[in-house]
Every structure is written in C-alpha cells, then in structure tokens.
C-alpha cells in the first residue's frame, strides 16, 4: 500500500468542492488514513514547497496556500502515487484531461484545486510534515 498526500487548496475549499473531491477519492479505492481542515502559515507553506524555492513562481505559490483554509487528506491504496496523479490530471487545467478533478474544478494552472505527491518517498514526507502516525488510522 502506497501513501500520497491530497491537500484541497485553498481555491477548492473556497469553491465549495471539498465534498466533491472526497467523493472522487473514494469512488477511485483509496482509503483515507487522516482527515483535517487547517489554514497554512506563509512558513509552513515556504516549508512544504521548498523543493521549488529557485522557481519564479514559488513566492506565488506560497502566498496562495497561506491565503485560505485547506484540507489534508492522507490516502492510500496499490499504486497511490500514479492513480492519484492520473486522477487530478495535468497542472495546467487547459492541459488536464476530461474528467480530471484539476479539468472539473480548478481556475487555473496556479489555483489548480488539488496537490498530489510526486513519489512514493515525498508521500511519506509529506505525510509525516501535516499527521503524526498515531492520527493515521489503517483500515481493515
């Protein structure tokens, strides 16, 4: 079993598709391991990206996610990684295929709606930066 992170950004959860989004997520198999609403400080969130801190759009990027609540869905499944992925579709909506939650939801390639881990090690990091291992409950 994979783990992946989904964050509802701050665009989704302000449209009103939070519940769209878990019904998607649930619809494609995943189990959801940890659950909650939380409003990202301009530090957490230059944390959390710190991958793309040498990008043009990282400072953007960071304002955004600290500009309104988010909900941080730990998930997993077989093949979390690439099925969420498959599921979110393209970055860029323009991009994103039919049905895609970005193509459904998002307003743009910045406000996209959804994150989704990009490996199966930033899925464990990523996981472990929002909930503690005793907030993760496995389902049997």
């Given at each position: 079993?994979?783990?992946?992170?989904?964050?509802?950004?701050?665009?989704?959860?302000?449209?009103?598709?939070?519940?769209?989004?878990i019904?998607?997520?649930?619809?494609?198999?995943f189990?959801?391991?940890?659950?909650?609403r939380?409003?990202?400080?301009k530090?957490?969130?230059?944390?959390?990206?710190?991958?793309?801190?040498?990008?043009?759009?990282?400072?953007?990027?960071?304002?955004?996610?600290?500009?309104?609540?988010?909900?941080l869905?730990?998930?997993?499944?077989?093949?979390a990684?690439?099925?969420?992925?498959?599921?979110?579709?393209?970055?860029?909506?323009?991009?994103?295929?039919?049905?895609?939650?970005?193509?459904?939801y998002?307003?743009?390639?910045?406000?996209n709606?959804?994150?989704?881990?990009?490996?199966?090690?930033?899925?464990?990091?990523?996981?472990?930066?929002f909930?503690?291992?005793?907030?993760?409950?496995?389902?049997k």
């Amino acid at each position: 079993m994979e783990r992946t992170l989904c964050i509802i950004k701050p665009d989704g959860v302000q449209s009103k598709v939070v519940g769209k989004v878990i019904d998607r997520i649930e619809q494609e198999g995943f189990t959801i391991l940890g659950m909650k609403r939380a409003r990202l400080s301009k530090a957490v969130a230059e944390d959390f990206y710190a991958v793309h801190k040498e990008r043009p759009f990282f400072g953007e990027l960071c304002e955004f996610m600290s500009s309104g609540p988010v909900v941080l869905i730990a998930l997993a499944r077989d093949n979390a990684i690439n099925h969420w992925r498959t599921v979110i579709g393209a970055t860029n909506p323009a991009e994103a295929d039919d049905g895609t939650i970005r193509k459904l939801y998002a307003r743009s390639k910045g406000e996209n709606t959804v994150h989704g881990s990009d490996s199966v090690e930033n899925g464990i990091l990523e996981i472990s930066k929002f909930f503690s291992e005793m907030e993760l409950i496995e389902q049997k």
